[in-house]
């Protein structure tokens, strides 16, 4: 089974610390992913990586920024955590090919006081 | 814009057949995935259609029109555990995922 792990479950942080979330897979996927999840919208795209070193800006990067230093591992920083940062984060992998499906981590909730 | 629109939240009995729609309008087609999350977990696949039809898996199944852009998950012989978010995902032409909010279904016994 691929599995997904994220580093904590559950984060406090206060407003202008320096975050960062760690993602690893254990099943060698060329992809990898981090949304962010609130209540009452969709998953939104913040970063993605098709392969190691390389990067993408999805949907919402403001404020973010990553590392993909090595292939399981994908990282997700916040230079100056603010409040409206508080949220689930998710990370997920996938195979290279766009039909495969993207396997989830348990989630890292933050808040940033 | 990209738009995917699902129904908030649905109530249904324990046994029964329950139907969740997905509409959507996306920058390209690539495909469309439902997920399930149960409370305070993560998102697990539950299938996927790029071609119109019916696809059967167990007591799931998934819908897709093209041509509509629609889908349906239509779970049938409902257990307690179905209880969870159900998410819709069309990936556009960049391959790329674009969610739906996801609809909270309850299942009463």
């Known amino acids: 089974d691929v599995k997904v792990t994220q580093s904590s479950r559950y984060l406090v942080k206060r407003t202008g610390e320096k975050v960062f979330l760690e993602c690893v897979q254990d099943?060698?996927?060329?992809?990898m992913f981090w949304y962010r999840q609130d209540p009452g919208l969709g998953l939104r795209l913040i970063y993605f990586s098709y392969d190691v070193k390389m990067k993408e800006k999805g949907d919402i990067p403001e404020g973010y920024s990553v590392s993909r230093e090595k292939k399981e591992r994908f990282s997700l920083i916040l230079e100056s955590a603010s409040t409206n940062q508080t949220s689930m984060y998710l990370c997920a992998s996938r195979r290279g090919e766009s039909y495969n499906e993207q396997f989830f981590g348990p989630g890292t909730r933050l808040t940033v006081l | 814009g990209q738009n995917i629109d699902q129904p908030t939240e649905m109530t249904a009995t324990e046994g029964a057949i329950v139907q969740i729609n997905c509409t959507y309008q996306t920058s390209g087609f690539n495909g469309l995935f439902w997920y399930q999350q149960h409370a305070g977990e993560a998102p697990t696949f539950l299938s996927y259609?790029?071609l119109d039809g019916l696809e059967e898996k167990g007591r799931f199944s998934s819908f897709l029109s093209r041509s509509k852009g629609y889908s349906y998950l239509l779970l049938k012989e409902l257990q307690m555990k179905d209880s969870a978010s159900y998410l819709c995902?069309?990936?556009?032409?960049?391959?790329?995922?674009?969610w739906g909010a996801g609809t909270k279904l309850i299942i009463k016994p």
């Open positions: 259609n790029v």
């Open positions: 995902a069309v990936q556009d032409s960049n391959y790329q995922l674009i």
């Open positions: 099943m060698d996927h060329e992809n």
